[in-house]
T-cell receptor, first 113, second 115 residues
Framework: EDQVTQSPEALRLQEGESSSLNCSYT??????LFWYRQDPGKGPEFLFT???AGEEKEKERLKATLTKKESFLHITAPKPEDSATYLC??????????????FGTGTKLQVIP | KAGVTQTPRYLIKTRGQQVTLSCSPI?????VSWYQQTPGQGLQFLFE???????NKGNFPGRFSGRQFSNSRSEMNVSTLELGDSALYLC??????????????FGPGTRLTVL
């Protein structure tokens, strides 16, 4: 069974204090790993898709990296508006074209001014 | 391009009632997935529809059902509501082509409260 574990569950940072969120996964072959941002009471907002180990993607203060067992979401010099829950999800290669995506429970990030 | 829309945004029902939620995907997207999100369980997959056919189903009781119409709009129905069905119900659409990776784009959700 596919598993996604995110850590820490919650993270509190001072504005400008860089850090990383972790997503560990167990899947029988990876077709894609996704990162989403979710604000309270809203639907998740798509951030990145990573396909293979060694790949990196950046968007503003966020950079996502991927290894064979985990992914990191690095947040550089965060601002209060980066406060949200960040979700990681995996799609196994066995799923074909189907959306058999498994989500982690997320890391709740709070950035304090 | 308009995003995924869900209606209604909020619902309050009592135990034993049934409810129907609606989702309109992004134009051109043919796959619609439904998720239940609760604080304790996170995002739990309900089912996925593609071209009016259910292709995947999560581990939910038969009280949860859905359908997709020819214009890709989808509905999900929950019958005989229980207190534990209180949750944020999310719809996600994606453009599926072949066996490639497809990112899902989520709607704002329907907040269902069962009293």
């Amino acid at each position: 069974e596919d598993q996604v574990t995110q850590s820490p569950e919650a993270l509190r940072l001072q504005e400008g204090e860089s850090s990383s969120l972790n997503c560990s996964y167990t899947v029988s072959g990876l077709r894609g790993l996704f990162w989403y941002r979710q604000d309270p009471g809203k639907g998740p907002e798509f951030l990145f898709t990573l396909y293979s180990a060694g790949e990196e993607k950046e968007k503003e203060r966020l950079k996502a990296t991927l290894t064979k067992k985990e992914s990191f979401l690095h947040i550089t010099a965060p601002k209060p508006e980066d406060s949200a829950t960040y979700l990681c999800a995996v799609q196994p290669s066995s799923s074909g074209g189907y959306q058999k995506v498994t989500f982690g429970t997320g890391t709740k990030l709070q950035v304090i001014p | 391009k308009a995003g995924v829309t869900q209606t209604p945004r909020y619902l309050i029902k009592t135990r034993g009632q049934q409810v129907t939620l609606s989702c309109s995907p992004i134009s051109g997207h043919r796959s619609v997935s439904w998720y239940q999100q609760t604080p304790g369980q996170g995002l739990q997959f309900l089912f996925e529809y593609f071209s009016e056919t259910q292709r995947n189903k999560g581990n939910f009781p038969g009280r949860f059902s859905g359908r997709q119409f020819s214009n890709s709009r989808s509905e999900m129905n929950v019958s005989t509501l229980e207190l534990g069905d209180s949750a944020l119900y999310l719809c996600a659409s994606s453009f599926l082509q072949g066996a490639s990776v497809n990112e899902q784009f989520f709607g704002p959700g329907t907040r269902l409260t069962v009293l």
